[in-house]
């Protein structure tokens, strides 16, 4: 059943539902649909689309953490019109089965080797495997310098040199750091064992996820650095990318019309959504250079030191009918007035309600919306135990004072995420419930 075919009356609220172009989910804004591309796009293109989304949407954008371009606020009518109107674009679009890539892949100097072939003939040879759930994923990471280790996948396939020869390391669950090793193959042997692996989780069912087979299996022993997509890259073909992205993931169309029209007079010649809600534009190094003057001077993240992007926020109160606070104001303050403890140790999570749409993972630290307080969860995701209940008046405040205990209990070298567990919940608790 489609999301489209299902009551209105009954959003599908659930952790998983998949919000793809043919099948928009809904949301508390209208219906959010997916424009799911596997490769850049010019600008002009971009743009047009932005287009549609004021058409047949609210006008409302998100670039989601794992990189996806989202189009909020349609309606039954409208969502239809726009799959069709995308489709007429000819734009790469994915379908089936999500096998990611690094969005830089293949113009990484640094990369062990690139991975689109591998992941080209996965996506072939799984083709016709029905019956996987409907979020799994495959990543094959060439072990660039920009990677995707922080993203959850059920399979992930990194590159790795063994005696000259490349291998792959084939990852169960989690993200790079906390998935199980699965096996290390040559490649014709890594393609067969991940098709055998999609096979298997077919099998059991379409709730089934890359985890499940992951028990008794090994932790990985090895994960690289990766850097933000927030910066200049210089490509070896001796073009740049420049990471650019709206705060908290979600803008109007008309900003990233101005942006997208910006490229397009600096002879920018391509753009593709990629990790931590970033968009990275392709071309001269001066032309990046001008672009990111001019999306830093209209709000848009251009830094990995920007506070905002240390900030997981859902779309909250109001735009979301779930939200009971409003998490992209209390993010905005909490970047200016708390800047030192978002040191980029960890995503400070703001969610509107426990579904925690922003940030599936644990994290250091949430504000979670709740019917009549805002609960503070330490460690754990939105759902988790709450070390303390505030009101909702009290939201910055108590953050402050948060940030101001992190501040004077800092031990030298130590960043904020480990002071934050050191100190722990029940110090914690004193700070932000004073006397
Ligand atoms: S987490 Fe945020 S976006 Fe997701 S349902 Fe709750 S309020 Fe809405």
Redesign the pocket.
């Known amino acids: 059943m489609t999301a489209l075919a299902r009551d209105p009356a009954e959003p599908d ?1 659930r952790r998983g539902a998949c919000p793809a172009l043919s099948a928009p989910m809904m ?2 804004d209208g219906l959010l649909a997916r424009v799911p591309l596997t490769a850049s796009i010019a600008p002009e293109q971009l743009a047009d689309l932005c287009r549609l989304a004021m058409r047949h949407g609210n006008g409302m954008i998100d670039i989601s953490a794992r990189g996806n371009l989202q189009i909020r606020g349609l309606s039954e009518t409208s969502a239809p019109r726009l799959e069709a109107e995308v489709r007429a674009m000819d734009l790469p679009l994915r379908d089936g089965l999500a096998v990611e890539v690094p969005p830089l892949a293949g113009d990484e100097a640094t990369e062990i080797v690139d991975p689109r072939p591998l992941a080209d003939a996965i996506r072939d040879r799984a083709r016709d495997i029905k019956g996987l759930a409907p979020k799994m994923s495959v990543i094959v990471d060439g072990a660039g310098r920009l990677t995707l280790s922080g993203l959850i996948a059920d399979i992930r396939l990194v590159a790795v040199e063994a005696d000259s020869e490349i291998l792959w390391k084939i990852l169960l669950g989690g993200t790079e750091a906390s998935g199980r090793v699965f096996n290390v193959l040559r490649e014709t042997e890594a393609i067969e064992a991940t098709v055998s692996l999609l096979e298997k989780l077919a099998s059991l069912g379409s709730d089934a996820r890359g985890r499940d087979l992951a028990s008794g299996l090994p932790a990985n022993d090895f994960t690289a650095a990766t850097i933000s997509p927030f910066t200049l890259h210089a490509l070896s073909n001796g073009t740049f990318a420049t990471g650019l992205g709206p705060a908290f993931g979600q803008t109007h169309a008309g900003n990233l019309i101005a942006l997208c029209n910006e490229a397009t007079r600096l002879e920018i010649s391509a753009v593709k959504p990629a990790l931590d809600h970033s968009l990275l534009f392709f071309g001269s190094e001066t032309a990046c250079r001008t672009l990111t003057a001019f999306a830093d001077g209209n709000g848009f993240v251009t830094s990995a030191a920007d506070p905002r992007g240390h900030i997981a926020a ?3 109160h109001p735009a ?1 009918r ?2 009971t606070i409003a ?1 992209h104001e209390i993010a905005t303050r909490a970047a200016s007035e708390c800047a030192d403890l978002l040191d980029g140790s960890f995503k400070l999570h703001v ?3 426990t ?4 940030r599936p993972q644990a994290t250091a630290l949430t504000l979670c ?1 709740m019917p009549d307080h805002v609960s503070l969860i330490a460690s754990a995701k ?1 759902s988790g135990q709450p070390f303390a209940s505030i009101a909702f008046a009290d939201t910055n405040a108590t953050l402050r004072r948060l940030a101001a205990l992190v501040g004077s209990e800092r031990r030298s070298g130590e960043n904020s995420a480990a002071c934050l567990a050191r100190i722990g919940p029940d110090r914690l608790c004193q700070a932000a419930i004073p006397g």
């Open positions: 609220m949301t508390g859902c779309t909250g979301c779930s939200g998490t969610s509107g309600c579904k925690g749409c922003a919306g939105a």
